[in-house]
């Protein structure tokens, strides 16, 4: 008898686990999980790159807080890292390391997509996060000049490499409609920033492609930013619309590499907000 009422224990105990799991793969496979399913897959790819990066190979540490740093429902939760040696080298004409850290706006968990294409909301089209970059010329100095000022069009180059070839082709919008530019610069020189000195502080604004568009079909970027529900009314996919954009630039002659801080989004409210909250309290060294 007592082995009896063993096995149907166990027996009970199986089909418990096995409600559990399905009830975990229906939510795994459901929008609300859009979020957790974008930082599964994320997080160990993150890493892969980190792994490879010039900040692991060197032992640089460019601690930038991730979005969970802010307690609030602002950014997305993680920092990921993003290696692109190959593609940037190709774009400047001349070989580099690069690297990208960067974060964007949180999760809608109802929308199951990021606010990231959300017109309506604060961190619409926004990104932040930070760039290294080192030629492999040791004489050749990224972003600034012999006499030490900066060189803005570098720079120009590399935000709008990153926002058109990585981040809007991805989501699928073709190369004619790519644009990216910046207005109304303003560039001051020898600013103190994380307790650093010479850094070059530059703000503007720019004309860019928003990343609203309607579903057709399956790209790898919805996993990470999920897929654009819900966007109706367009007259088209990927219109031009106004950001503005904040970068800290500094050479760095003990890496022998450039490292450039940013923060692009709809307003200088959600700029100046991510200054403060986050990009402000990052920490370098080794």
Known sequence: ?????????????????????????????????????????????????????????????????????????????????????????????YPVRFTVLYSFGHYDLLKARSSYYDRESPYFSSFYGGYIIRPEDPDQVFAFKDDGSVNADDLFKITSYDQLELVISS????PEKLKFESSQVQIQDDVDYLGIGGWTLVNSNISSNSPEHKYESFKYAYIQYGRPRGIKDLDEDFPLVKLR?????????????????????????TIEECDKMILSKTTIGR
Request: charged share 20%; glycine share 8%.
């Open 171 to 174: 989501l699928g919008c073709p």
């Open 1 to 93: 008898m007592k082995k009896m009422v063993t096995k149907q224990m166990k027996g009970k105990g199986k089909v418990k686990r096995l409600i559990v799991f399905i009830v975990f793969l229906a939510y795994l496979l459901s929008p609300l999980a859009a979020s957790f399913r974008s930082m599964l897959v994320m997080l160990p790819y993150s890493y892969l790159h980190q792994r490879k990066s010039l900040l692991a190979e060197e032992g640089i540490k460019l601690k930038i807080p991730a979005g969970i740093s802010t307690l609030k429902r602002d950014w997305y939760p993680l920092l990921l890292t993003f290696n692109d040696d190959k593609g940037m080298s190709d774009y400047l004409g």
């Open 245 to 269: 954009g904040r970068v800290y630039a500094r050479y760095f002659k003990e890496y022998q590499a450039t490292i450039v801080l940013f923060i692009m989004g709809p307003s200088w409210a």
